[in-house]
C-alpha cells in the first residue's frame, strides 16, 4: 500500500502546496487571511480537475466542510462567550480584591493572580483571558516597582499550559476531538494535561527572572499617563464609598485618587479630612484616566453616581439594552463657542449625548466642582457615553475627538448574567448533559439575549483569522487523507522510529508537531498531524487515544516564537519583547513538556 501511495502524483502534489503553505505562514510576507483563502481555492481548483481516481472527500463540499464542522463552531461560540465575560468584566471583582491585599502579601498576591488566570484559562478561551490580565500584571508590575517583562509571557504560557488541561481549554483540544471522531471526553486530558502544566510552571517560575529580559513597559516611558483630571463622584444612598472613614486626612478606599474638596450642601470640606464621607456628599477628585476608568469599572454605584451629577437618565438604554459604552478625550478648540462657559451652561449632555467626566488643564491645579468649571481653548474633556454619539461628535467644530484614545469600558451592570452564563456552559458541556458545540452556542445567544453583547459585539468576537485559518487546516487536513498522505507520512514515520521501539515513535511525532506549532499555527498543526497520527496507531496497535494526547499536548506547545499563538502576540508589546525573546525562554520550555510527556506516558498508558 505505501508503494502504491508513494506513485501518486496528487499526494506529492498535495505535500507540495501545504509545504508552500507553511513557508507562507512562517514568512508572514502576506496576511493569514489571504494566505489561507488562497490555500482552499487551490485545492478545490486542483481537485476539480484532478482529483484521484475513487477518491472521497475531494470535492468542494468535502474540502469545504470545515467550515461547518462542530469543532469550528464551537470554537466561534466560545470567543463570543469569552467576549461576554470581557465585555460585561465579570473578573473585575476578583481582579479588584486581588489588587487589595497586593501591598500587604506582593509574592503571594502574584501567585494568586496566575493561579486565577491558569483556573480561568482551564474552561475559557485563552485570548480574552490574556486582555483582562494584562493591564492587572502592568499596574501590579508598576506597583512592586517591578518589570512587566518579567510578568507578561509567564502569563501567556500559563494560559496556554492551562488550556491542555480539559477539551475547551484550547481551541487544538476541539479540533482534534472533531477531526478523531470525538473520542475525547471533557476531562480525558485532565491527569496527563496537569502533570506537564506543573512541570512547566514550575519552569517558569524559576527561569522567568534570569532568562526573561529587564525591560520597563510602555507606561513607565509615556509621560501623559500620568495625566491628571478633575472628576466629580457624587455618594448615592448605596454608594461603596458612603460611611468611609479617612485614615490620616486620606481615604484608603480611593487608591490612585486624590480627593481635593468634599461638597457638603453648602460647605466645602478642604484636605486634611476628618469626617466620614455622608449620602449626598460630591467629592472634587484629581485622577488619572486610568484610575476613573478603573473606578466605573469596579462597582456599578461609581457608575450611577457619576451619571446623577450630570443628569443622565441613561434613557439611551430604551434603544438599545446592549449598546456599546465607551470612554475617550477630546479638546475644546480655539475660538470654540464652549470657552468661558461651564458644563451646565453649554447643556453638553443635551449637545452631544456624553457625559463630561473629568476636566483636565496643564495651566494650573483647579479646586472647584466639576461643573462650575469654566471652560478654556486647550482643556482636555474625558467624555463617558456610548459610541454611536462619540462617533457624531467627529464632526463637532467646538470640540477636537481624539479617536485614538477612545475605548470600550465594562458594562459591569451585566456581570452577573455573564457569570450565570458562562458557569451554566462549563457545568452542562462537563457533565455532557449538551454536546460542547450545542453548550457553546447556546451560550453565545445567551449573551446576546441577555444584553450582555449586542450583535455587533458578538460578531466582532468572531476573528476572521481563526475562522480563515482553521478553515484552511480543515481542507489541508482532508487532502492529505483523501489521497493518501497520512497514510503515507504515518507509514514513513513507523518505518523509520518504530523499530527503537513504540515510545521512541510517538517521542519523535511530539518533536515533530511541537516544531511545527510554533512555524504555523497550533490549530493547522493540530488539523494536519490528528489523521496522521490515527493512522500511526492502525499500523503499530499503540492506543489511538495515546496519539491523540501526543497531537493535542504537542500542538500546544506554542512556546518558542510570537506568532505560535494569538496570546503571545498580545504580551509581545506590553513586554517589550522581540523575537529572540520567545525562542529564549520559550525552547526550552518546549523540551522540558516534551521529556516530561515522554516520561510520564508509560506510566499512564500501555505503549
Known amino acids: 500500500m505505501a508503494a502504491e501511495l508513494a506513485i501518486s502524483w496528487q499526494m506529492w502534489a498535495t505535500m507540495a502546496i501545504i509545504a508552500v503553505a507553511v513557508f507562507l505562514y512562517f514568512r508572514e510576507q502576506f496576511s493569514i487571511e489571504s494566505i489561507s483563502v488562497g490555500i482552499i481555492v487551490a485545492f478545490l481548483i486542483f481537485f476539480h480537475f484532478f482529483a484521484p481516481q475513487n ?9 469545504l466542510s470545515g467550515f461547518a464542522a462542530p469543532a469550528l463552531i464551537a470554537i466561534m461560540a466560545l470567543l463570543v462567550i469569552g467576549q461576554g465575560m470581557y465585555h460585561t468584566g465579570a473578573l473585575e471583582g476578583p481582579i479588584l480584591r486581588i489588587n487589595a491585599a497586593l501591598e500587604k502579601h506582593p509574592r503571594r498576591t502574584l501567585g494568586l493572580v496566575f493561579l486565577i488566570a491558569f483556573a480561568v484559562s482551564m474552561f475559557m478561551n485563552n485570548t480574552p483571558v490574556v486582555v483582562m490580565f494584562i493591564p492587572v500584571l502592568t499596574a501590579m508590575a508598576l506597583r512592586m516597582r517591578g518589570n512587566a517583562s518579567y510578568l507578561m509571557m509567564p502569563l501567556s504560557f500559563i494560559c496556554i499550559l492551562a488550556g491542555m488541561t480539559t477539551l475547551i481549554g484550547s481551541s487544538t ?10 473520542m475525547l471526553s471533557f476531562f480525558s486530558q485532565f491527569k496527563p494535561g496537569l502533570v506537564l502544566a506543573a512541570v512547566g510552571a514550575i519552569y517558569i517560575v524559576i527561569f522567568a527572572p534570569i532568562l526573561l529580559p529587564a525591560r520597563e513597559s510602555l507606561e513607565n516611558e509615556v509621560s501623559e499617563a500620568g495625566r491628571q483630571y478633575i472628576a466629580q463622584i457624587a455618594i448615592t444612598h448605596n454608594h461603596p464609598l458612603k460611611g468611609a472613614t479617612p485614615i490620616a486626612g486620606l481615604f484608603p478606599d480611593l487608591k490612585d485618587v486624590t480627593v481635593r474638596m468634599i461638597q457638603r450642601g453648602e460647605t466645602s470640606l478642604l484636605p486634611p479630612f476628618e469626617n466620614s464621607i455622608e449620602t449626598d456628599d460630591i467629592l472634587i477628585v484629581a485622577a488619572t484616566r486610568t484610575s476613573l476608568s478603573k473606578l466605573l469599572s469596579s462597582d456599578k454605584q461609581y457608575l450611577k453616581g457619576m451619571l446623577s451629577i450630570a443628569g443622565f437618565h441613561d434613557e439611551s438604554r430604551i434603544e438599545g439594552a446592549s449598546e456599546t459604552i465607551v470612554i475617550s478625550e477630546a479638546v475644546i478648540a480655539p475660538g470654540s463657542r464652549m470657552v468661558g462657559r461651564n458644563i451646565e451652561q453649554i447643556g453638553f449632555r443635551r449637545q452631544t449625548g456624553t457625559l463630561v467626566l473629568g476636566i483636565q488643564r496643564r495651566t494650573r491645579m483647579i479646586r472647584s466642582r466639576m461643573l462650575d468649571i469654566r471652560l478654556e481653548a486647550g482643556d482636555i474633556l474625558l467624555l463617558f457615553g456610548y459610541e454611536r454619539h462619540m462617533a457624531n461628535m467627529r464632526n463637532n467644530r467646538d470640540l477636537l475627538l481624539l479617536d485614538w484614545s477612545t475605548h470600550e469600558l465594562p458594562d459591569i451592570r451585566k ?16 457533565t455532557g448533559l449538551l454536546p460542547i458545540e450545542i453548550a457553546a452556542l447556546s451560550g453565545a ?27 484552511a487546516a480543515f481542507t489541508m487536513s482532508k487532502a492529505l487523507q483523501g489521497t493518501g498522505g497520512a497514510e503515507f507520512l504515518a507509514q514513513q514515520t513507523v518505518d523509520a522510529f518504530l523499530p527503537m521501539g513504540n515510545m521512541a515513535l510517538i517521542a519523535a511525532m511530539f518533536l515533530m508537531i511541537a516544531v511545527m506549532t510554533n512555524i504555523i499555527s497550533n490549530s493547522a498543526t493540530a488539523l494536519i498531524f490528528a489523521p496522521i497520527a490515527l493512522s500511526v496507531a492502525e499500523q503499530t496497535g499503540i492506543d489511538p487515544m495515546v496519539m491523540i494526547l501526543t497531537v493535542i499536548f504537542a500542538a500546544n506547545c506554542s512556546f518558542a516564537t510570537p506568532i505560535a ?34 516520561l510520564m506516558m508509560p506510566l499512564m498508558y500501555d505503549i
Open 55 to 63: 477518491s472521497t472527500g475531494l470535492d468542494s463540499k468535502g474540502l
Open 565 to 598: 499563538y494569538q496570546t503571545n502576540l498580545l504580551v509581545m508589546g506590553p513586554g517589550r519583547y522581540k523575537f529572540k525573546d520567545f525562542m529564549k525562554f520559550g525552547i526550552p520550555l518546549v523540551l522540558i513538556i516534551w521529556l516530561t510527556f515522554c
Open 173 to 182: 483540544n476541539l479540533l482534534v476531538n472533531g477531526e478523531t471522531g470525538e
Open 445 to 471: 445567544i445567551a449573551m446576546i439575549a441577555t444584553g450582555c453583547l449586542n450583535i455587533r459585539q458578538a460578531v466582532r468576537a468572531l476573528d476572521m483569522k481563526i475562522f480563515l485559518l482553521i478553515g
Open 415 to 430: 456581570s452577573v448574567a455573564a457569570r450565570l452564563i458562562f458557569a451554566g456552559v462549563i457545568l452542562t458541556a462537563a
